[in-house]
């Protein structure tokens, strides 16, 4: 996805700047050969014209030079990685693979200011490695206590401590409905301690608690076992590695090629995975950037399950209320004001109050499933005819639920999930 800014902006805007400048620069030159027109003027235009396309085309240099993913910036990135891992500065049970090149890259699917992602092989099986850019000084105390304390050298942590402080920044962080399960926090000490000595020494605590403060990484364990959470393989360092699902059919410029038992397939398993993340030990996880690429598909035990690839802009209910306040403050007219990309919460005459008024399905039925202009195709067009109507209706609940209705509506889905499927038998 980090590409595709890059792709759209030089594709076509770079496209429509340099056709313009070719043919308005063709007119001008007709103009000048046939008109009596002043030389000077003549040259004065073309030269303007020649700045302008000259202009676009460094811009649209630099932008592709800086978002382009390619094999260099995946070498520099592995060779960066295993350097570390040479000299004790990461550890991770991925390391040792990928540093002797039993793992195979095969992509650069993204390089940004954030975040690299590659696409890999290990063992047969195809997985995508993220490693994120920690950006700013850390959320707790974590760092200032482990390089102002003790030398390097003599630094460890027990994992008594450790569950402690993770169990801190979690509670921080993610605010759950409740507390952390305490095997979580063990499982991810025992992840890190990469040596198996029953402590953290300061490469192996500094790297885990980067992976602590990865919003995404926090997620895919605290849900690990979410059947709408992809498998996690391992970790070197800050990168995490997780297992590929394709979102080859989820693109709205390729639903016309679809056939409608595919996309009966697609729709019930996105309803599925709203479903489960609506029901977790943890409180409802609100997904508040839904797009058809934050989406992958695998194939489980026969049948295609929807997994979240993105979780960057996720949140517990708690903590999506907090996000919101701090970012509208109390000023707002209408629930559009108190607005977090996909995420929405009621404006009230003391502002944005701590009542949500979206949820995953609603924003899917939304963005993805219903036809929200003129020009945008959904994923659910071309319906047969014998319930079309239905559907129709359907969908509109789903999209327009009653005022203040937070809570994925259970009935509504399975109907959903029912109709689409009594097409396919």
């Not at 390097?152 to 994992?159: A, F, G, N, Q």
């Not at 926090?185 to 029953?198: A, K, M, V």
């Not at 709408?228 to 070197?236: F, I």
């Not at 109050?353 to 039925?365: A, P």
Request: charged share 20%; aromatic share 10%.
């Amino acid at each position: 996805m980090w590409s595709e800014v890059a792709d759209g902006l030089s594709l076509e805007e770079g496209a429509g700047a340099k056709a313009q400048a070719v043919f308005a620069a063709r007119s001008l030159g007709r103009v000048c050969g046939v008109r009596r027109v002043r030389r000077a003027v003549c040259v004065a235009v073309l030269l303007f014209v020649f700045v302008v396309f000259l202009f676009w085309t460094t811009v649209l240099h630099t932008v592709r030079h800086r978002y382009d993913c390619t094999e260099y910036h995946s070498r520099l990135f592995l060779d960066e990685l295993c350097h570390n891992y040479s000299k004790g500065i990461v550890s991770g049970s991925l390391c040792k693979p990928v540093c002797e090149g039993k793992i195979k890259v095969s992509k650069c699917l993204g390089h940004g200011v954030k975040l690299h992602v590659l696409l890999a092989e290990w063992n047969g099986d195809v997985m995508v490695m993220k490693y994120p850019k920690i950006l700013g000084h850390s959320r707790s105390k974590w760092h200032i206590q482990v390089l102002d304390g003790q030398q390097v050298t003599e630094y460890s942590i027990s994992k008594e401590d450790f569950v402690a402080r993770a169990n801190d920044s979690y509670t921080y962080n993610l605010q759950t409905a409740v507390p952390l399960d305490r095997a979580i926090l063990e499982n991810l000490f025992d992840q890190c301690d990469w040596n198996s000595d029953g402590v953290l020494h300061y490469p192996e605590a500094v790297v885990c608690w980067q992976l602590v403060e990865t919003d995404e990484y926090i997620f895919y364990t605290v849900l690990s076992g979410n059947p709408a959470m992809p498998k996690l393989y391992g970790t070197c360092g800050a990168m995490y590695s997780m297992e590929f699902a394709s979102n080859k059919g989820l693109d709205q410029f390729l639903y016309n090629t679809l056939l409608w038992e595919e996309k009966v397939q697609l729709a019930v398993a996105l309803i599925e995975l709203a479903e489960s993340l609506h029901d977790t030990p943890y409180g409802t996880v609100h997904l508040c950037d839904v797009q058809e690429s934050n989406f992958g598909f695998v194939q489980e035990n026969g049948r295609l399950v929807a997994k979240a690839i993105d979780m960057d802009i996720s949140f517990f209910e708690k903590s999506l209320v907090s996000a919101i306040s701090y970012e509208k403050g109390n000023s707002c007219e209408t629930d559009e004001d108190c607005s977090f990309i996909s995420c929405y919460s009621q404006c009230t005459a003391k502002g944005c109050s701590g009542v949500l008024n979206t949820n995953n399905l609603q924003t899917m039925c939304s963005k993805i499933f219903s036809q929200r202009h003129t020009h945008h195709v959904a994923l659910l067009d071309g319906a047969p005819s014998s319930i079309v109507l239905q559907l129709k209706e359907l969908l509109y609940k789903c999209v327009h639920p009653p005022t203040g209705s937070l809570h994925l509506d259970g009935n509504l889905a399975n109907q959903l999930k029912s109709l689409l499927l009594s097409t396919t038998s």
